[in-house]
């Protein structure tokens, strides 16, 4: 089993910058791709970046050139660094880890960017 606690969310304005963080313990697993998703109510959740545990980078079209990712392997901790927030970036936002075989999730952190 994989625990994921994440942090940093909370309420911007737009243009402003938040930072995600999500670390993982328990069952850590050397070759995984840690990653983030969103969702807004009644709509799918919906990745916003990954990245490998060899440093592959994966994102959204909506986010790229706004929204970097890194992780610190020793730490197990995934980052999310958000800049340039818009209104529609306003979401749930969740953890995730891949493995071959299994994924896991965190228990999401709400962001909001106000107009």
């Known amino acids: 089993q994989v625990q994921l606690v994440e942090s940093g969310g909370g309420l911007v304005q737009a243009g402003g910058s938040l930072r995600l963080a999500c670390a993982a313990s328990g069952s850590i697993f050397r070759f995984n791709v840690m990653g983030w998703y969103r969702q807004a109510p009644g709509n799918q959740r919906e990745l916003v970046a990954s990245?490998?545990?060899?440093?592959?980078?994966n994102y959204a079209d909506s986010v790229k050139g706004r929204f970097t990712i890194s992780r610190d392997n020793a730490k197990n901790t995934v980052y999310l660094q958000m800049n340039s927030l818009k209104p529609e970036d306003t979401r749930v936002y969740y953890c995730?880890?891949?493995?071959?075989?299994?994924?896991?999730w965190g228990q999401g952190t709400q962001v909001t960017v106000s107009s």
């Open positions: 990245i490998s545990s060899g440093g592959m980078t």
């Open positions: 995730n880890y891949l493995v071959v075989g299994n994924q896991y």
